[in-house]
């Protein structure tokens, strides 16, 4: 039975994908390292550390750790220039809506997020009220694909992993999920979403319930064809469901 649900950030409930891609942008100009809108898909879903070292590997660049933790600070400073004018306008559609009748109907809800921002964001946003935990880039040590944010949200929701649902829109973000025995219902296209449960454009005409019963049946479906094996092929969460 699912009875929390946690939630990615950006790309899931606000669109900062395009500030974090400029602000990127910038600092590579600085560095003379060539960046384009492709290099930025491999910064989704993980740490701004993470995404430096990527950035200093494609321009062969070797820093020593206090220069990579001043640029980390001067992107981080730059993007925060940027997201001060945020506005519950800035939600993507539907979020707002879904997260209050998740509440109305008794799910325990958690944001996971890398980022550092996290609750800055949340307050502009005008939504910190619909989470009962927030687990953001200043309360963990490993960034996505290590499960460590969603796990720490099922600790704070008093949950275990099983009774969890994750809703992410990166690659890192729905194997980290896995990884800590969750499902995860990817926010984007099966195509670029492959390993997800479930794949939904965004959260615009949908319903908690109404979401986890398409889940319910998408397994049910699985069962038909793989009868006997079903447990093993969906990692044992038919029965959970």
């Known amino acids: 039975m699912i009875r929390g649900l946690l939630f990615d950030l950006d790309g899931v409930l606000v669109n900062t994908n395009p500030l ?19 290099d930025y898909e491999a ?3 993980i740490s ?46 539907g979020v ?22 996290a609750e800055f964001i949340l307050k502009k946003l005008e939504i910190t009220a619909f989470f009962d935990a927030v687990i953001d880039g200043r309360k963990i040590v490993n960034g996505k694909p290590n499960p460590e944010v969603f796990l720490k949200g099922a600790e704070a929701l008093g949950l ?34 492959p390993s997800a449960e479930l794949t939904i454009p965004g ?14 049946s998408h397994f049910y479906q699985i069962d038909t064809v793989y009868r006997g094996t079903s447990e093993q092929f969906c990692f044992g969460w038919t029965a959970s469901l």
């Open 48 to 93: 701004r550390a993470q995404c430096l070292e990527i950035l200093l590997k494609k321009g062969n660049r070797s820093l020593s750790e206090s220069e990579k933790e001043r640029l980390c600070t001067r992107k981080n400073d730059r993007y925060r220039e940027m997201i001060d004018t945020l506005t519950p306008a800035a939600l993507l559609p």
């Open 20 to 38: 974090h891609a400029r602000a990127w942008q910038e600092l590579a100009e600085e560095l003379g390292i060539p960046f384009t809108p492709a």
């Open 96 to 117: 707002s809506e879904f997260l209050r009748v998740a509440r109305a109907e008794g799910y325990r809800t958690a944001l996971g997020s890398v980022s550092k921002n």
């Open 160 to 193: 275990p992993p099983e009774q969890c649902l994750v809703f992410e829109d990166s690659a890192a973000g729905i194997e980290a999920a896995h990884r800590g025995g969750m499902k995860a219902i990817g926010i984007g296209t099966a195509r670029l979403l």
């Open 203 to 216: 959260f615009s005409g949908v319903m908690p319930d109404a979401l986890l019963a398409q889940l319910l």
């Open 43 to 45: 910064f989704l879903g």
